[in-house]
């Protein structure tokens, strides 16, 4: 079955790094885009960009442009998304997920979420 | 970029149908059938109920459907029932290889 698991929690603070992984399993790594979602505590979720694992291709939201960084090794089936110069309204549930469309999105199956804190 | 706009709550009573209305511009709802729907239970990851404005995954209801008019995409949920009551976002294509979800509607089962 299809089953993307993710890195755990992290706490970090204002100014530093922080790198998730979202290990893919069930079906093939490099035939589906992953996009990456978040969430911010109550609030809705917020599309940050994509990857593409089979050409490492990616495209990332306007707004974290500069600050965001998609990577994947395909030999162990796992995608990477690295934030950096970390803020405290980073603070979120940091979701994978793999999309039916490429770029299109549909986003059929997602990771479990990894909770990012930033705090000083 | 902005966030497609939702109505914040939306509530219903079991076995009446409900709307949830997802209105954008013509950069993007209005300009592909690309809309996608996810429901979210508290403490959950979210779940793709319709994809491509009207298709439903295999094993969702068939209570969800979905649909478009010019620059609003709309969710209908026919014939509610208790675990319904959830958080619903809508997500679009906006071209240029991006996407974006609306602010997410909670619907209340009176």
């Known amino acids: 079955q299809v089953q993307l698991v993710q890195s755990g929690a992290e706490v970090k603070k204002p100014g530093a790094s922080v790198k998730v992984s979202c290990k893919a399993s069930?079906?093939?790594?490099?035939?589906?885009?992953i996009h990456w979602v978040r969430q911010a505590p109550g609030q809705g979720l917020e599309w940050m960009g994509w990857?593409?694992?089979?050409?490492?291709?990616?495209n990332y939201a306007q707004k974290f442009q500069g600050r965001v960084t998609m990577t994947r090794d395909t030999s162990i089936s796992t995608a990477y998304m690295e934030l950096s110069r970390l803020r405290s309204d980073d603070t979120a549930l940091y979701y994978c997920?793999?999309?039916?469309?490429?770029?299109?999105?549909?986003?059929?199956?997602w990771g479990q979420g990894t909770l990012v804190t930033v705090s000083s | 970029q902005s966030a497609l706009t939702q109505p914040a709550s939306v509530s219903g009573s079991p076995g009446q149908s409900t709307t949830i209305s997802c209105t954008g511009t013509?950069?993007?709802?209005?300009?592909?059938?690309?809309v996608s729907w996810y429901q979210q239970h508290p403490g959950e990851a979210p779940k793709l109920i319709i994809y491509?404005?009207?298709k439903r995954p295999s094993g969702v209801s068939n209570r969800f459907s979905g649909s478009k008019s010019g620059n609003t995409a709309s969710l209908t949920i026919s014939g509610l029932q208790a675990e319904d009551e959830a958080h619903y976002y809508c997500?679009?294509?906006?071209?240029?290889?991006?996407?974006?979800f609306g602010g997410g509607t909670k619907l209340t089962v009176l």
């Open positions: 997920a793999r999309s039916r469309h490429g770029e299109e999105g549909a986003f059929d199956y």
């Open positions: 069930g079906y093939t790594f490099t035939g589906y885009y």
């Open positions: 990857l593409n694992p089979n050409s490492g291709g990616t």
């Open positions: 013509s950069s993007d709802v209005g300009s592909y059938n690309l």
């Open positions: 491509e404005v009207t």
């Open positions: 997500c679009s294509y906006a071209g240029r290889s991006t996407l974006v």
